[in-house]
């Protein structure tokens, strides 16, 4: 019989000491091979340059197996990432469910998932956590110019937001964007994801060209960095998330470019726009294909 848990489940602070529980071996990987590093150990990628150590696990909260609960629950963990002389503690947040997190570092998308999984009534002893890893170095988006770039995203989004949303009450104090850019997509799930990667520098663009709608655009790698709660599985505080395609050519010099919206498993809509170039300004002329809504 499976149990009913009011509250979240199993919250967890790792407090051991790194001196007792590192491990001599480091561990070697290659891009997109994923490999499995226990806590407070050290993995590398040679051909990379790329040095990564799992610091710490500060919250697991996953509704464990055989439980049913209020929320899913999730893992928020740290793994620190250096390559030359930058490096930097990544916050990987893991919703539960057997979910995922992804995040990135400089010009990398690492996709991570915390073992074990919580079972019923069996905590975690802190030292047999492990993490898995997939590092993976996307193209960096370079269709057009930045500047035109940050238009054609910005006019789509605009266009997405204000006007092809059939929610007229849309939380855009909290506007999340996508910044790792696919090609596969509700309306074309059998495309090959071909993941790119929105620059710092193209994303402070995009939220120039945005701020009169939003004042407060957040960023994220993936949607599955964020919160999902209830059984609607709106995003936790609510707002709206927006993820994006490719930049792609279409006819007579006009640019293809998908962007969805999400607020809850039943609203949310997303289509691929036609841009142009009118006296130098970018615009949405129009769409392609079929649009998909919930």
């Known amino acids: 019989m499976k149990k009913l848990a009011l509250f979240a489940v ?26 499995e590093v226990p806590i407070h150990s050290a993995a590398s990628l040679p051909s ?12 697991d909260s996953r509704c464990p197996t055989g439980v049913e609960c209020v929320s899913a629950g ?16 990544v916050t990987f947040v893991e919703p539960g469910g057997n979910g995922q997190a992804t995040a990135t570092f400089l010009d990398y998308v690492i996709t991570a998932q915390l073992k074990p999984y919580p079972a019923q009534d069996a905590a975690i002893p802190p030292e047999e956590y492990l993490v898995s890893l997939t590092v993976s170095r996307p193209h960096v988006v370079d269709a057009a110019p930045e500047d035109d770039l940050a238009a054609m995203y910005a006019a789509v989004i605009r266009q997405l937001l204000t006007k092809d949303s059939a929610n007229d009450v849309l939380d855009l104090a909290n506007l999340y964007l996508v910044y790792v850019t ?43 960095n964020l919160p999902i709660e209830g059984t609607g599985a709106t995003v936790a505080g609510g707002g709206v998330v927006v993820s994006l395609g490719n930049v792609r050519p279409g006819e007579a010099g006009t640019w293809q470019l998908y962007a969805g919206l999400y607020v809850s ?3 949310g809509t997303g289509r691929v726009y036609i841009l142009g170039n009118t006296d130098g300004t970018w615009q949405v002329t129009g769409d392609t294909g079929v649009a998909w809504v919930s």
């Open 48 to 59: 990379e340059d790329l040095h990564l150590t799992f610091q710490a696990v500060s919250e």
């Open 182 to 224: 696919r090609d596969a997509t509700p309306i074309d799930p059998m495309a090959a994801p071909d993941p790119h990667v929105l620059t710092p520098a193209l994303r402070d663009k995009i939220a120039a060209h945005l701020s009169d709608i939003s004042s407060k655009i957040q960023w994220v790698a993936s949607m599955a």
């Open 265 to 267: 498993n039943l609203d």
């Open 74 to 89: 999730q893992a928020v963990y740290t793994v620190r990432f250096t390559r030359g002389d930058t490096g930097e503690s």
């Open 10 to 35: 199993l919250l967890v602070a790792v407090v051991v000491p790194l001196a007792g529980c590192a491990s001599n071996k480091t561990i070697e990987a290659s891009l997109d091979q994923t490999f």
